[in-house]
């Protein structure tokens, strides 16, 4: 886990709200976390089963889709059938551009479908399964509280203060660090929000949208408009209605070091309902990072040869118990030099360090003093990386001579011949065992 994590960061060169910094990957783990394979328990023995829950939430750029794709690539790389991950993603329909979402994208990028894809897979799961939940949505910075239990009992013009977050006694403004007011002006496309949570008691569920249309916030003296409802639904063994959440967009001109937020009624005062406020959130709206010209426009992320062949190498070890014992003579304890042509008449060099025939080392470019040279080509790698058993499709591109190799050093050319007698022997037997069988 710790090493896709080094590589995610690796890979996105763009920085966090668009600084100049690199965007560092958020990790951390606990016990043996580090240790953690995908398939894998710590201790490197098989789990019983998989399961997978992607989620996306607003994912409204490309770039979005682009990171859940290459997800979903490297869990099916890993062994996870379709069966095993659940994709929740944007409105599950349809991508930005209005082309339909791929075909492994199960619902949308929901609270609600989340919710209901943590019950379905809690109901598989014991004790020698593993989940891999991975999460991608937009960033946003709030001053919250969830707290507040502010009780509206007239129809009167009046303040609501913080009160566990407040930092010192009497405060009834809501402060904002300089932080956050930094970030709110980076993106010119964010809708900074104003937003309070109704509790959903019996009298307010029933009137609904005619009370809270009603229900005007003031932000530094300045009225804001009600522009959404959204109802908020404890999901648990009995989900139900816990509050209401009423949005007010805010212009970000009005947010200073210290905001005063009133609550009035707009209807007449005979149509007043009492309300209880249970929270207040001002929020940045959702912070796009920096976007590069055409960076919508960009063609989805493809992997280099290089890439793939390093993705492998996890895999290549996992599995060496079952490659033919040759490999183990011809590959045990070396410094390979692999020459790749590529199908662009260029060469891609790499260096590769084994140990016991586990490879320790992988790098790209010309490896120094190798023990063993090792030529092949493009189109060779992609068939054995594409193939259901690339262990069976190496040995017959050995077999057949797609891949050519050559020790360095007369003892080294002595044991690679003898390896080539071997590969030799199981061609003949294969195709005698044609001809008979």
């Known amino acids: 886990m710790r090493e896709i994590a080094r590589r995610a960061e690796q890979q996105d060169p763009r920085g966090p709200y668009g600084l100049d910094s690199k965007e560092t990957p958020q990790y951390t783990s606990i016990g043996k976390g580090d240790s953690i394979k995908i ?26 889709w682009n990171n859940l794709q290459r997800m979903y690539d490297a869990l099916k790389k890993q062994g996870f059938t379709d069966g095993d991950i659940i994709a929740l993603a944007g409105n599950g329909k349809t991508m930005p551009n209005g082309t339909n979402v791929p075909s492994y994208v199960d619902g949308p990028g929901t609270k609600k479908a989340l919710y209901e894809a943590i019950v379905n897979v809690s109901k598989k799961m014991n004790k020698n399964e593993q989940l891999v939940f991975w999460v991608s949505d937009h960033g946003n910075r709030e001053r919250i509280e969830n707290s507040l239990i502010k009780s509206i009992l007239d129809p009167v013009r009046q303040p609501v203060p913080p009160k566990r977050t407040a930092k010192r006694p009497g405060q009834i403004s809501w402060d904002l660090d300089e932080e956050f007011l930094k970030v709110v002006k980076l993106d010119p496309n964010n ?100 976007e590069y010209p ?90 054995i990386l594409d193939s259901d058993d690339p262990a069976g499709s190496a040995f017959y ?15 080294k050319k002595l044991r690679v011949a003898g390896v080539k007698v071997i590969i030799r022997i199981y061609r003949i037997a294969e195709v005698m065992g044609d001809i008979v069988g």
């Open 294 to 383: 055409g960076d919508e426009d960009a063609p989805r992320y493809e992997p280099t040869l290089f890439d793939r062949l390093r993705d492998y190498v996890d895999v290549y070890n996992e599995n060496l118990g079952e490659m033919p014992g040759f490999i183990g003579m011809l590959a045990g304890n070396e410094r390979i030099a692999l020459e790749i042509a590529l199908d662009n008449s260029s060469v891609l060099n790499i260096g590769v360090v084994t140990s016991e025939g586990r490879i320790t080392e992988f790098s790209e470019g010309k490896l120094e003093d190798p023990t063993l040279r090792v030529w092949t080509d493009e189109s060779t790698v992609n068939a």
């Open 39 to 64: 398939g894998k328990k710590a201790d490197g023995s098989d789990v019983a089963s998989r399961h997978a829950i992607l989620f996306a939430g607003n994912a409204n750029r490309r770039r979005h």
């Open 397 to 411: 591109a050995l077999k057949r001579g797609y891949i050519r190799y050559s020790g360095v050093g007369t003892i």
């Open 191 to 290: 809708q900074p929000y104003v937003s309070i949570l109704v509790e959903a008691t019996p009298e307010v569920a029933e009137y609904g949208e005619k009370m809270f249309r009603n229900i005007v916030l003031y932000m530094n003296g300045q009225m804001l408009e009600l522009t959404m409802v959204e109802p908020i639904i404890a999901y648990d063994d009995e989900p139900d209605l816990d509050a209401f959440e009423l949005v007010y967009y805010v212009d970000e001109g009005l947010l200073t070091q210290e905001n005063l937020i009133e609550v009035a009624w707009l209807g007449e005062p005979e149509e007043f309902i009492k309300y209880s406020i249970t929270g207040l959130m001002i929020s940045t709206g959702g912070v796009n990072e920096f």
